[in-house]
């Protein structure tokens, strides 16, 4: 049974970062396409970053140049650095993976199977 765990999301001011981590555990596939979305109250669920088997990333416009996506194989662990974190930013930030991908640089929700239960991610002015 595949499992996404994460963490690091928290309270910070504008201007801000915090780093999220998601472990992943029971993933037995040998290629893994991982990524992060969020999702804001009242808004649709929106796609971050995602990375690819082979370290290629894809970025939200929203937040490139502040957002970085990464991972260590080693430990089963895929990251988010966040920095210069704005209000916008204000989310449940989900962490997901998918042994397939489908067009996952396009980050579309329905390209991956596997979803952790979120951490809150909070950013005041």
């Known amino acids: 049974q595949v499992q996404l765990v994460e963490s690091g999301g928290g309270s910070v001011q504008a201007g801000g970062s915090l780093r999220l981590s998601c472990v992943v555990s029971?993933?037995?596939?040998?290629?893994?396409?991982m990524g992060w979305f969020r999702q804001a109250p009242g808004k649709e669920r929106e796609g971050v970053a995602a990375?690819?088997?082979?370290?290629?990333?894809s970025y939200a416009d929203s937040v490139k140049g502040r957002f970085t996506i990464s991972k260590d194989n080693a430990k089963n662990t895929l990251y988010l650095q966040m920095n210069s974190l704005k209000p916008e930013d204000t989310a449940m930030y989900y962490c997901?993976?998918?042994?397939?991908?489908?067009?996952?640089?396009?980050?579309?929700?329905?390209?991956?199977?596997?979803w952790g239960q979120g951490t809150q991610v909070t950013v005041s002015s």
């Open positions: 997901v993976a998918d042994p397939w991908g489908g067009r996952w640089w396009e980050l579309k929700g329905a390209d991956f199977r596997y």
């Open positions: 990375i690819d088997n082979d370290g290629m990333t």
């Open positions: 029971g993933y037995t596939y040998t290629n893994k396409y």
